[in-house]
């Protein structure tokens, strides 16, 4: 097994591709080691000292380190990790599958969130998960849409940046009802 990494504009957060599916369906976050209790795969690479945050896509994972650790001393450990996971044969998450980041939105604004919804997964998910993350949406009211950014994405230096001139624009463009985009915390 041959697992590519990839950096992220976030310098705390590394790509790795291990060359085979992740997740079937959707992203799995896991910030803390306390939330990966249902994921063998998470919990393996949280046990390397240093790492702060683990994210699944489709045919990635996302490691967050914290500032006190170089990757050079970590990142050996974390491909050990990952490769000892996918030779186990267990399964990547136990149970409930990953969320497909979307929230259920019903009322008078339904058919725009539909139209941002549509935008996010056709033109931004793509792009954030180019880059290792994710982006969940999490609400539509008054003309300010709330989004989350998960994976490399979360705490990284452009995130605003991204939001505000990137997804914003995008979606002001398409969508004239939306007058804002807000980060949220999960």
């Not at 249902?38 to 490691?63: K, Q």
Request: charged share 20%; hydrophobic share 40%; glycine share 10%.
């Amino acid at each position: 097994m041959f697992i590519q990494t990839e950096s992220t504009p976030n310098p705390a957060t590394l790509k790795f591709l291990p060359g085979q599916s992740v997740l079937d369906a959707g992203t799995a976050d896991f910030p803390t080691a306390d939330a990966a209790g249902n994921s063998p795969l998470a919990t393996r690479i949280f046990a390397v000292e240093g790492v702060t945050g683990v994210f699944f896509g489709n045919d990635f994972v996302t490691v967050t380190k914290n500032d006190a650790v170089a990757w050079e001393h970590i990142k050996p450990a974390i491909l050990g990790a990952i490769m000892e996971h996918f030779q186990s044969g267990q399964p990547v998450m136990m149970g409930e599958a990953a969320d497909a980041g979307h929230a259920d939105h019903d009322g008078p604004d339904s058919d725009i969130v539909e139209q941002i919804k549509q935008l996010l997964d056709t033109r931004v998910r793509p792009a954030v998960a180019q880059d290792g993350g994710d982006i969940t949406f999490h609400g539509f009211e008054r003309g300010v849409v709330y989004l989350h950014m998960q994976g490399a994405c979360a705490g990284c230096p452009s995130s605003t940046l991204t939001l505000k001139m990137g997804i914003e624009n995008l979606l002001r463009h398409y969508i004239p009802e939306v007058l804002e985009v807000r980060p949220v915390a999960a």
